[in-house]
């Protein structure tokens, strides 16, 4: 086993990140470089960590936060990097690389997903952890930022072999002191799921039977080990949240030429995963027409519509969009992206719009529903030709608020709506008999229960999401009007702001 650990400490604010490259010096290819998430960017493109810092920095620079607490927010806290071997079914042994980052402890616990793929490395995480520190705080959940990754394709291993894989991450977190309920909480990313999340979750309780609150180690659970019911489509369901409320903003429509309306407008969804599949339903069962999906082989596009259920079941019976209705196919997948349209919304990778092709999208509005799909000088170009770019950091923040929901739920140890769904039912119930005393009619039983029906656990977590979107996108709607930028520079800047109050108001000991 190999382990790496850098936590920071006074005086490394600038310099932990650097401090722990030379500790831990890895092959030259440690940086993102396949052709999925190059092929859209020139070479003279930052890579995603880089991106991250850019629109921080171009943020910074407006938020009225001094200089040493913008040092302060920018530096990773602390990062771990493990190496460790795992026994195969044929015996022999592979060495499994892993990470956890934790960006900014300001608020705990920690907050971010875990990771299964070839593609992860240290920059990845660093830059993924950040984004978590800044979506909380533009969404108002009070966490810190971290994420984690296990380089390795899980489609290339067994579920057997990937419990192992899974459990020995977890065990080195547990004695590095790098999950808890009160420390750091992973939840579900790209390769996971909540699969992966019961076997953390039972690996940290092997190692705290005494903690009453383990299930609270971890969010995107099963419901039936503790998960909360809406947490599957929570990101996709932000997604729409956030699209719906910036539609209705006048500046919108009149930048964008767009009604304020979801129905009628044509949507291409790049990505097919968990966001991109609910995105594209929600929006799809609210009037909107999806006309084009990319994933990582090919994309499927029709002018006429596709219909989410039908591809969905079409691609899990052959592998592949190939083959689907009168879908056009495009063996370029990413190529989907150009099409006409009125709602781009890229879900699947980082750098995915760059230099390369940002000229050629011609949706109105590009909602970012992955993590960094827009460098920043495609982000630029979009912005000067008119497009509205709702950010990531606000928009596919879903996941993490509908995590923390999942979060109290697990330290509460009760069902939301467990102790009040009846008490409000009946309430009603008494005030709809004096209502058909007084109007001398009756309802019929389907009226009456539609009536009466007390809010279930999945109606109050799409309900608090919803007002989590509603006030987020307000607020950045609010500074960016204020500050006279973009919606993303204006995002950033609200949550700069937040974590510097937070931390100027708790203080810091041994500076």
């Not at 291409?268 to 929006?283: D, L, M, P, R």
């Not at 799909?373 to 923040?397: C, F, M, R, W």
């Not at 009619?441 to 109606?459: F, N, W």
Request: with cysteine.
């Amino acid at each position: 086993m190999v382990v790496a650990l850098l936590r920071r400490t006074p005086g490394t604010l600038a310099s932990a990140v650097r401090l722990h490259r030379a500790a831990i010096a890895t092959p030259a290819a440690r940086f993102m470089s396949t052709h999925v998430t190059n092929a859209a960017c020139n070479d003279d493109e930052p890579n995603f960590l880089g991106s991250v810092e850019t629109f921080f920095d171009r943020a910074a620079k407006i938020s009225g936060v001094s200089d040493n607490s913008l040092k302060n927010i920018r530096a990773v806290d602390a990062v771990l990097s493990v190496k460790f071997p795992v026994q195969m079914d044929d015996d022999t042994q592979v060495i499994i690389e892993g990470y956890r980052a934790q960006h900014s402890r300001h608020r705990l616990p920690c907050k971010g997903g875990i990771r299964f793929s070839d593609e992860v490395d240290l920059e990845e995480v660093e830059a993924l952890a950040s984004l978590m520190t800044y979506k909380c705080a533009v969404v108002d959940v009070p966490f810190g930022g971290a994420k984690g990754g296990v380089k390795l394709n899980p489609k290339k291993f067994t579920p057997a072999q990937l419990e192992r894989i899974t459990r020995r991450y977890t065990m080195e977190l547990c004695q590095k002191n790098f999950i808890g309920p009160g420390v750091d909480v992973p939840a579900p990313d790209v390769g996971t799921g909540p699969r992966e999340m019961s076997w953390i979750m039972d690996t940290y309780r092997q190692f705290n039977p005494q903690d009453v609150n383990a299930a609270g180690c971890v969010t995107g659970k099963p419901i039936s080990q503790g998960g909360v019911r809406g947490r599957n489509e929570a990101t996709g369901l932000g997604v729409y949240y956030g699209i719906r409320e910036f539609l209705q903003y006048p500046e919108v429509q009149k930048q964008t030429g767009l009604t304020g309306d979801i129905a009628g407008k044509t949507v291409i969804v790049q990505g097919f995963g968990n966001v991109g599949y609910w995105a594209a339903k929600f929006f799809q069962n609210n009037g909107a027409k999806i006309i084009g999906i990319g994933e990582h082989d090919v994309a499927a596009y029709d002018p006429n519509g596709i219909d989410i259920e039908a591809i969905f079941k079409h691609r899990a019976e052959k592998g592949t969009f190939r083959g689907f209705g009168n879908a056009e196919i495009l063996e370029t997948p990413i190529e989907v992206m150009e099409r006409e349209c009125d709602i781009l919304i890229p879900a699947a990778l980082e750098r995915q719009i760059g230099l390369r092709n940002v000229k050629k999208i011609k949706a109105k509005v590009i909602g970012e529903a992955a993590n960094g799909p827009i460098t920043p000088a495609a982000h630029e170009y979009l912005v000067s030709q008119g497009k509205v770019v709702i950010p990531d950091l606000l928009l596919n923040a879903g996941g993490v608020t509908v995590s923390y929901f999942e979060w109290l739920k697990n330290l509460s140890h009760v069902r939301f709506g467990r102790m009040n769904r009846k008490w409000e039912e009946a309430g009603k119930s008494k005030l709809l008999t004096l209502v058909e005393e007084n109007a001398g009619r009756q309802l019929t039983p389907q009226e009456r229960r539609a009536v009466i029906h007390g809010a279930e656990e999945h109606e109050l977590v799409y309900s608090g999401l919803e007002d989590t979107m509603i006030g987020a996108c307000e607020e950045t709607r609010a500074t960016a009007a204020l500050k006279n930028t973009d919606f993303r520079t204006a995002a950033l800047v609200n949550a700069i702001q937040k974590i510097s109050t937070v931390t100027a108001q708790s203080g810091q000991m041994f500076l």
